[in-house]
């Protein structure tokens, strides 16, 4: 069960109490509104407070320091979560019970991570330039990677062609021109906003009681002079009118992607009908998608669709010849108005009941994964706790996944045309 604290104004700590576990974890995210001015800024930030503190200033010092910490871990965290977008640290960390006899850990890596925070290399009023340049060379790298895997790009651009008028349209980790134009100074005097003004969400996960992770943290954050600004809450997709849209490239096989909107988002109760809906549709093995257009019908090398429910998106990605385009576009609606006229199976309904039950049954695995679901539920604006989530799940009649199909419609489209084919 989750616990919530205020700590202090914009500032909560989601404490999961778990014994189960000989690791334990903490995260600490700064919340944002996703904007493309800042994107980049926010993606490239963890990275350098990674690369050296006033105590331990390169590399090698920290790493040295989590060896002595029986081995302890703390990465770069940077989510993307419907409006928002968050900037911070995660720290997985072996439990005190099973250190040795007088040894502690989970005070020293609380202390750690502040020094991250709050004590990082400097040099003439910025960042150590050196670190700046150095992640900036990395983050170019991420993003560059892209192109490496044309799925992931052509999704990357139907959502920008789709939320042109909508956040939500950013790329994660920004654009590489704005990571170019950021350097030591300015990356600084932004961190120094994000400290004062942002929300910040801290989640543990262990077997430590509350009080001791309150105090740890209070301690952790006292050095910050903070003048929150209020964060906006979540909003449904920003509907600014669709557009189709095709690109060439020197690939052998096309890309579809094409994208939905409904009103149904993770914020309302109807959301449980519409994750069995997508599952039915085409996330899984079991889908119309994948059984009837790739298995049956041939017409694709692979397809899949996804539900982004903080917004209400559904998006369906295809590799296709590229001769096939309209008759795949065409499939791919047509298997969307057998949803919605009912056509879906009692076998159809069990099977989509069955993965996304599955999904939600591993939430609870391992100290990353609790992290990971409830912290991202609890900023995403989800009306349903964990138990609550499956039991609607489990009570979700075919005539409610109809109803949910009936909101879904075509919204823009993005063809990644293959000119090696």
Do not use: W
């Not at 099973?98 to 989970?106: F, R, T, V």
């Not at 062609?161 to 030591?184: H, Q, T, W, Y």
């Not at 309150?214 to 003048?227: E, S, T, V």
């Not at 992607?257 to 809906?277: D, H, K, S, W, Y």
């Amino acid at each position: 069960m989750i616990q919530s604290f205020q700590l202090f104004p914009g500032v909560t700590l989601r404490y999961f109490a778990d014994n189960r576990f000989k690791q334990g974890c903490l995260s600490v995210q700064f919340v944002r509104p996703m904007a493309a001015e800042e994107a980049a800024m926010n993606a490239l930030l963890p990275a350098v407070l990674l690369r050296g503190t006033k105590q331990y200033p390169d590399l090698r010092a920290i790493t040295l320091h989590l060896d002595d910490l029986y081995g302890a871990s703390v990465s770069a965290l940077v989510r993307r979560i419907g409006d928002y977008q968050t900037t911070g640290l995660y720290c997985s960390f072996m439990e005190d019970r099973y250190a040795m006899d007088g040894d502690a850990i989970l005070a020293p890596i609380v202390d750690f991570v502040r020094q991250l925070l709050l004590e990082p290399v400097t040099e003439e009023d910025g960042f150590c330039a050196e670190f700046v340049e150095s992640e900036k060379k990395n983050l170019i790298s991420a993003i560059e990677s892209e192109l490496n895997d044309k799925r992931v790009y052509a999704g990357v651009q139907l959502l920008k062609v789709m939320c042109r008028s909508d956040a939500f349209g950013i790329p994660r980790l920004g654009e590489k021109k704005s990571v170019e134009a950021a350097d030591a100074k300015k990356l600084y005097q932004h961190y120094q906003r994000i400290l004062k003004e942002s929300r910040i969400e801290l989640f543990y996960v262990g077997a430590a009681q509350p009080e001791t992770i309150l105090a740890l943290l209070k301690n952790m954050l006292a050095g910050i002079q903070r003048c929150y600004v209020n964060l906006p809450e979540q909003t449904a997709f920003c509907d600014a009118g669709g557009e189709h849209t095709r690109e060439a490239m020197d690939i052998t096989q096309s890309k579809l992607c094409m994208g939905f909107v409904t009103p149904i988002t993770n914020r309302v109760r109807e959301f449980a009908a519409m994750q069995l809906f997508n599952a039915i549709y085409g996330a899984g093995m079991t889908s119309k998608l994948f059984m009837i257009v790739r298995e049956k019908m041939s017409l694709c090398y692979s397809i899949g669709s996804g539900y982004y429910g903080t917004k209400g998106i559904i998006t369906v990605s295809a590799g296709i010849d590229q001769n096939q385009e309209e008759t795949v576009r065409a499939e791919i609606l047509r298997q969307l108005q057998l949803c919605q006229s009912g056509d879906i199976s009692d076998g159809e309904l069990i099977a989509a009941r069955k993965a996304v039950l599955s999904g939600l049954r591993t939430v609870h695995d391992s100290p990353g994964a609790i992290e990971g679901y409830h912290s991202t539920a609890g900023l995403s604006g989800l009306c349903f706790d964990l138990e609550e989530y499956r039991r609607a799940i489990s009570a979700a009649k075919i005539a409610d996944v109809v109803e949910a199909a009936k909101t879904v419609r075509l919204h823009s489209s993005f063809f990644l045309q293959g000119v090696g084919e």
